[in-house]
């Protein structure tokens, strides 16, 4: 689709949509930030760095970068499992950066899209269970306990034994504005905004004992430089790999909507080398990692912006907004944050999803089921890959009924296929239910998932005659496994002395016997192009 020519239009919907997400993305980073232990600040320079890289060199025209949940989820586990100094936690996220870029040179953005939603669903649902697990205790006042939702919850008593009641209030206040606020105000004064300047001056005029974000830094972001002792990268590789592969796929997944509400089509592989741009910057200045965030898209598209401009003056805002509003930032309560993060841990719940959770397939219900779990009981990557694993096996199951149905065995009775125009066969006899040959059809595609059943299924049909013609006619594809299965019914067959005859053999099915040696036990003479070959064939074979 030929992009439309750049004009006065499209600026201004550009610059209304960059500075609403600006306003927007401002409390969201800082939220992700202090989630992620990296601290407020880290989120603004992460929402920076990479939302300009992103917009600049990402192959979706209209889509906005930042910190996200998933993302500030990974990076928390990244500090507290996998890294022992600042250094090592900003190695990770420039090694996350390159993975990402590499996936893009090598062209593997359009695999991710072939991740089940099942998956999907699973992990987005933990990761919003774990976002309203670690924000329980600084809406009591308590401090972030280190470690997992699990450790979360262990310290729930001592938190509400010695429960801070003004943060409590504040971040009681702070969840209601993003839950009440009016819609119609959402386009002019975002509610994430509202909460934070309500619950912030509630903290600065009321409930001054709650606790506060304290001391920022101000200015431009320094340098960071990565750890770069082997034992610092190769600690690194694990977790640079979980962050890499969930913004890959938090990002297109983005893309995906982006191009729904806007009828183009994003590049996924030039996507994914702007996203790890953006997070090789964010890690280089001490930034929180982040990807494709949807609101943010939404938000932007929706104000009218349309191309990268939006995203790259989004960032801009926010630099300019860093430049001088690190003060303002100190006196934010902690509080304050946690109500935002829970209204948006509540929103990241894949609740369509499980509101049709009584129609769902069991198959796909099971996998979501273990992802979301495995994602809030052990960690994103375990959870995913094992996701992954089980959705693969469901689906193998289902292609095996469906390849199966493709697979015809039946016997040729004599009086029929063999008999000449007087209705007699070739030696002068013919039984009324005599079957001494038997015709089996291999229509479509097989794979790995029907290799076994096909083995069960035709081996005892083959022999129970005494010619056998397997028919590739229809055969579109088989892989390996299914041309392995050929060479054991031909093995089967020889073993019960039941002639074979392979009919219409061609093209890739041809290719994939012969690249295996499968048809070298099959003489050449017993392949032919029509069933009137197959049919004289087998009545010399019967002689």
């Avoid at 610059?15 to 407020?40: H, K």
């Avoid at 598209?301 to 430049?323: C, D, E, M, N, P």
């Avoid at 609740?351 to 052990?378: D, K």
Wanted: proline fraction near 4%.
């Amino acid at each position: 689709m030929r992009s439309r020519e750049y004009d006065l239009h499209a600026l201004r919907g550009d610059i209304f949509g960059g500075v609403t997400t600006a306003v927007v993305g401002l409390p969201v980073a800082l939220a992700f930030g202090v989630a992620s232990g990296l601290g407020a600040m880290a989120g603004l320079y992460g929402a920076i760095a990479l939302g300009f890289f992103a917009a600049v060199f990402g192959g979706t025209r209209s889509q906005i970068s930042g910190p996200t949940g998933p993302m500030a989820v990974a990076m928390a586990v990244v500090i507290t499992d996998h890294a022992s100094t600042l250094a090592e936690a900003l190695t990770v996220v420039v090694m996350a950066g390159i993975i990402q870029a590499l996936l893009g040179i090598l062209r593997f953005g359009r695999f991710v899209s072939y991740t089940p939603y099942s998956v999907i669903s699973g992990f987005m649902s933990g990761v919003g269970i774990i976002i309203i697990i670690l924000q329980t205790l600084p809406a009591l006042g308590a401090s972030s306990a280190n470690g997992g939702p699990l450790d979360v919850v262990r310290d729930w008593p001592d938190a509400i034994m010695n429960i801070n009641f003004s943060a409590a209030a504040i971040a009681a206040v702070s969840l209601g504005v993003c839950i009440l606020w009016p819609a119609r105000l959402h386009r002019w004064f975002p509610a994430t905004l509202a909460a934070l300047a309500v619950g912030t001056l509630m903290g600065v005029l009321f409930l001054g004992d709650a606790p506060v974000i304290g001391e920022v830094p101000t200015g431009l972001p320094g340098f960071d430089a990565p750890a770069l002792s082997p034992g610092a990268l190769a600690r690194a590789v694990q977790p640079a790999v979980t962050l890499a592969l969930l913004g890959a796929v938090d990002s297109l997944l983005t893309s995906l909507i982006a191009d729904s509400m806007t009828r183009t089509r994003h590049n996924p592989n030039q996507e994914l080398i702007g996203q790890g741009l953006g997070n090789i910057a964010a890690g280089l200045v001490g930034g929180l990692p982040g990807a494709g965030a949807t609101v943010g898209t939404v938000v932007n598209i929706r104000a009218g912006g349309s191309t990268r401009v939006s995203g790259a003056l989004r960032a801009l805002v926010l630099l300019a907004l860093v430049l001088g509003a690190g003060s303002y930032v100190e006196s934010v309560p902690h509080a304050v944050l946690a109500g935002i993060l829970l209204k948006i841990g509540w929103d990241i719940v894949d609740w369509r999803f499980l509101r049709r959770i009584h129609r769902v397939q069991r198959e796909h219900l099971m996998i979501m089921g273990i992802t979301m779990v495995l994602t809030v009981v052990l960690d994103l990557i375990t959870a995913v890959a094992i996701g992954l694993i089980v959705a693969a096996m469901a689906a193998a199951r289902q292609f095996e009924r469906l390849q199966l149905d493709n697979v015809v065995s039946v016997p040729l009775l004599d009086q029929s296929f063999l008999a000449d125009g007087t209705g007699v066969d070739g030696d002068g006899e013919v039984g009324e239910f005599s079957a001494r040959v038997g015709l089996v059809a291999l229509r479509g595609t097989f794979t790995v998932a029907s290799s076994k059943s096909l083995v069960d299924i035709l081996g005892a049909d083959i022999v129970e005659h005494q010619v056998v013609i397997i028919d590739f006619t229809d055969t579109v594809h088989m892989d390996d496994s299914a041309a392995l299965v050929v060479e054991r019914l031909l093995e089967t067959a020889a073993d019960a002395e039941t002639e074979v005859i392979l009919l219409g053999l061609a093209g890739a099915p041809a290719t994939s016997l012969q690249a295996l040696d499968v048809l070298q036990q099959v003489p050449a003479n017993r392949m032919v192009e029509s069933l009137d070959e197959a049919r004289e064939l087998a009545r010399r074979l019967l002689v």
